[in-house]
C-alpha cells in the first residue's frame, strides 16, 4: 500500500502545484506562432501536420512554440473523479488523512473543481457539454474547432459533477449534470446500426461511427435516467446499447469504430465500452446485455496484459505504451468489480507503470516505443488519467483490505 500512497502522493502534489493547469498532445494548435500565420492557420494539412508533430516528436516543442498552459475540462473531471474518490477513501480510513489531507481539505477541492467546470461549459447547446481547449484536426476529415463539445468530454464532466453532488448535495451540481441529458438527447447525430444507433462524437459531422463514443452517451444517460426517473432517457440509452452490443466480435472485443480506417482494436477504448456498459445496467437496471460485458472483460484481460504486468496498446500489438492503458485497467476492473479475480495482475501493472511511466516528480509519461519515448508530461492525458485511476486502485486496495 505504501508504494500506492507514495505515487499518487507525488502525483497530487505534481498536479497541485501546476494548478491543473498543463499541455496536451493535441494542442499544438494553439501555438501562438502558428496562429499569427492566416496561410498556416486556414490550412486543414498544416493543421494536421502540425498537431501530429508536437504530438510525434519525443522532445516538448511547446515552450519553444508559445503554446500556453491551460485548463481542459475533461482534465478537470478526472481530478474532480479522483478527489471524490480519495474523499470517499480517507472517510474510510482516517489515517489516509495524514497522506491525502483531511476531508475538509479534499471537499474544498472538489468545490473549488467543480465550480471551475461549471464555469468551463461550451455555450449555445441544447444542455450542458464541455469540449477540448485546442482546435483538433482529424486527417482532412474534419476539423473540430476549439471548445466544440464532446460526447467523450461531456460524459466525464457530467459524471464527476453527479459524484460531486453525492458528497456535497450541492443542488446546482446535480442540474447541471442532468441537463447535458439533452446535449445528448438533441445536440448529437445518430447513425443508423442494425438494430439501434450509434451516437455522434460531436454535433458537428465527422466521428459518427465510433462504438466508445456512442456507450459513453448512452453512460450518462443512464445517470441522467437514474436522478430523473425519464423512460425517455433509458429507451434512447438503450438503443446506442443495442448497437454497440451488435457491433461486438465473437471473441469479445470491438473495433474503435465502424470505418475501415477505425478498425483496430485497443486496450482503453475497450475499457470505457466495458465502463459504460456496467454503468448503464446499474442505472437502469436492464441486465439484458451482461453477457456482452462478460465476454468483453475477458476478451480485455486475455489480451491487453502481459504475465509481467507490462500492457498492450492493441490486442496483437505493444507498442506505442500509452499511459491509458494502464490506467484504464484500475478504473475497469473497479467498475466490473473482477479486482478480486485479477489483484495479482492489477498489481503487477502498476509496479510496472510506476517503475517506467512516472517521473521522479510525480507526472506521468506519455507514452512508450521501443526506441524513442515521448516522457513529455501533459495534464489531461497523462496526469489526470492517471489521477483518477490511481485514486480507483487506492479505493480497491481499501476494500481488499477490509475484506482480509
Given amino acids: ?15 497541485e502545484k501546476e494548478q491543473f493547469k498543463g499541455w496536451d498532445p493535441y494542442d499544438g494548435l494553439n ?21 501530429q508533430a508536437f504530438k510525434r516528436f519525443p522532445v516538448n516543442l511547446r515552450r519553444l512554440a508559445l503554446v500556453p498552459k491551460e485548463y481542459n475540462a475533461k482534465g478537470i473531471g478526472l481530478f474532480l ?28 477541492n472538489i468545490t473549488k473543481l467543480a465550480d471551475l467546470l461549471i464555469d468551463m461549459q461550451s455555450v449555445g447547446y441544447s444542455g450542458a457539454c464541455w469540449g477540448y481547449n485546442f482546435d483538433w484536426q482529424a486527417r482532412r476529415l474534419f476539423l473540430f474547432p476549439k471548445n466544440t463539445p464532446t460526447v467523450v468530454a461531456t460524459t466525464f464532466c457530467a459524471s464527476a459533477l453527479f459524484e460531486a453532488y ?50 459513453l452517451g448512452s453512460k450518462l444517460l443512464g445517470l441522467c435516467y437514474k436522478y430523473t426517473g425519464n423512460n425517455e432517457y433509458k429507451e434512447v440509452a438503450e438503443r446506442s446499447v443495442k448497437a ?7 471473441d469479445g472485443s470491438w473495433p474503435y469504430g465502424l470505418l475501415p480506417v477505425q478498425s483496430w482494436i485497443d486496450s482503453f477504448h475497450t ?38 504486468g507490462t500492457p498492450k496498446y492493441y490486442h496483437d500489438k505493444m507498442f506505442p505504451i500509452d499511459i491509458h492503458c494502464p490506467g484504464q485497467l484500475f478504473v475497469t476492473l ?20 510506476v517503475k517506467n511511466m512516472q517521473h521522479d516528480k510525480g507526472y506521468f509519461y506519455y507514452q512508450m516505443k521501443p526506441y524513442l519515448s515521448s516522457r513529455i508530461s501533459y495534464m489531461r492525458w497523462s496526469n489526470a488519467f492517471m489521477f483518477n485511476a490511481l485514486s480507483y486502485y487506492i479505493l480497491l486496495k481499501e476494500d481488499s483490505k477490509c475484506k482480509e
Avoid at 472517510?91 to 476531508?103: E, Q, R, S
Avoid at 436492464?286 to 509481467?308: C, P, Q, R, V
Avoid at 473497479?334 to 507503470?353: P, R
Fill in 81 to 108: 473523479s479522483g478527489y471524490c474518490n480519495l474523499y470517499k477513501a480517507v472517510i474510510h480510513d482516517g489515517d489516509l488523512a495524514k497522506v491525502f489531507g483531511t476531508p475538509e481539505t479534499i471537499l474544498n
Fill in 334 to 353: 473497479y467498475k466490473t468489480g473482477k479486482y478480486a479475480c485479477h489483484k495479482k495482475i492489477a498489481d503487477d501493472v502498476f509496479s510496472w507503470t
Fill in 244 to 250: 454497440c452490443c451488435s457491433g461486438q466480435k465473437e
Fill in 31 to 51: 501555438s501562438k506562432i502558428f496562429q499569427s500565420i492566416p496561410f498556416l492557420r486556414k490550412s486543414a494539412i498544416c493543421r494536421l501536420v502540425a498537431i
Fill in 1 to 15: 500500500m505504501k508504494d500506492v500512497y507514495k505515487s499518487f502522493g507525488s502525483l497530487k502534489l505534481y498536479c
Fill in 271 to 308: 475499457g470505457y465500452n466495458l465502463d459504460a456498459l456496467v454503468t448503464y445496467q446499474e442505472c437502469t437496471g436492464d441486465t439484458a446485455y451482461s453477457d456482452f460485458i462478460e465476454k468483453g472483460f475477458n476478451f480485455y484481460i486475455d489480451n491487453f496484459f502481459e504475465s509481467d
Fill in 166 to 215: 453525492e458528497l456535497t448535495m450541492d443542488e446546482t451540481y446535480l442540474k447541471v449534470a442532468i441537463s447535458s441529458a439533452d446535449f445528448v438527447m438533441k445536440d448529437l447525430n445518430r447513425t443508423q446500426y442494425k438494430e439501434g444507433y450509434l451516437f455522434s462524437y460531436s454535433p458537428l459531422k465527422g466521428n459518427d461511427t465510433v462504438f466508445n463514443a456512442s456507450l
